[in-house]
Structure formats: C-alpha cells, structure tokens
C-alpha cells in the first residue's frame, strides 16, 4: 500500500508515523507459523516408515488416519495463518493504531486510539513482533487479547514512537 493509501484514510490533523507490515522469517523462533509444516513432513516420513511393507489392523489403521487428518488440519491453520499475514498491514499515527487486512470482498480495518496503549511488549520472533494495546471483549472481560504489530523489520523503530509520545498526540 502506497503512502497515497494511507494519506486518504487520516483524519484531518492526523500525521502518519509510520507503517509496516508482516514479514516473517523462516526461523525456530517463528516454530508457532512454521511448525505445521514440519509436522506435516514428519507425519509423511513416519507414516511411509510405519507403513512400509506392513499390513496393519484396523484399530491402528483408523489411529493411522486420525493423525494423518489432524496434520492435514493443522497444516490447513497453518497456511491460512500465513496467507492472514501476508494480506495485513499496519500504520501508526499521531492519533490512532491502524490494522488492516485485505480480503477477498474488500479492506477490513480496525483502529485503535492511542490512548489504549500499553507499554510496548517486544516479543522474540524474526523479526520481532510489537504487542502494545490491550483490547476488551465487550461484556466479556474474560477474552481480553493482547495486539499489536507482528513480524515488523523495523521494530525498535516502532517501539521508540510508542515510549515516547509525539508531540500533539491525544493520550
């Protein structure tokens, strides 16, 4: 998305501060993205192993075929998790957070007042992932989630704007 994109969206006297979007790395640190696909491969490997010239009874084959139906499933999370991911973007400004996903009917976005902020929360993936808005479930305070920009190159940069206000930021 062009910074032409963003500039239509803001609110007058809202400044742009930055943008961004996922970009994850193949890395163990990211194993909760990569991990289906692992066990997808592990399952194929094992199940040509286990089954290599052996008949097997039923009570294993139907044991056999519900492994191979939750790898299948979870493989399934897996690619929509990235496909998710690849389709999202992010904008920080002056006044607002800003989430958007592309999807096939249009844009879904969601924003987040600065005010809502917390202390930013760096989590380890590669690259880093910035958790810094917690948002309540309305009458469900229970189901709180944690937000925030994941998998951003340039998140030091990005937390740095959020420890230190800008300047005519409504807090």
């Known amino acids: 998305m062009s910074d032409r994109f963003w500039q239509d969206l803001l609110e007058p006297e809202e400044e742009l501060l930055w943008t961004g979007r996922p970009r994850?790395?193949?890395s163990l640190r990211n194993f909760q993205l990569f991990g289906p696909f692992v066990g997808a491969i592990g399952t194929?490997?094992?199940?040509?192993?286990?089954?290599r010239g052996n008949t097997l009874p039923v009570s294993?084959?139907?044991?056999?075929?519900?492994?191979?139906?939750?790898?299948?499933?979870?493989l399934l999370?897996?690619?929509k998790r990235l496909t998710d991911l690849r389709r999202t973007r992010y904008a920080l400004t002056n006044h607002r957070?800003?989430?958007?996903k592309l999807t096939?009917?249009?844009?879904?976005a969601k924003a987040f007042p600065r005010g809502a902020e917390t202390k930013p929360d760096l989590r380890p993936t590669?690259?880093?992932?910035?958790?810094?808005?917690?948002?309540?479930?309305?009458g469900n305070p229970a189901r709180a989630a944690h937000l925030g920009?994941?998998?951003?190159?340039?998140?030091?940069?990005?937390?740095?704007?959020?420890?230190t206000p800008y300047k005519g930021a409504t807090r």
Request: aromatic share 10%; no cysteine.
């Open 24 to 26: 994850p790395k193949l």
């Open 44 to 51: 194929v490997v094992a199940g040509a192993f286990v089954l």
């Open 60 to 74: 294993q084959s139907v044991v056999v075929a519900v492994i191979v139906a939750l790898v299948a499933l979870s």
């Open 77 to 79: 999370r897996g690619m």
């Open 97 to 100: 957070a800003l989430f958007f």
């Open 104 to 108: 096939r009917d249009g844009t879904r």
């Open 126 to 138: 590669s690259p880093p992932s910035v958790f810094f808005i917690r948002h309540e479930q309305p």
């Open 149 to 163: 920009f994941e998998y951003v190159e340039d998140s030091d940069r990005l937390s740095a704007l959020m420890v």
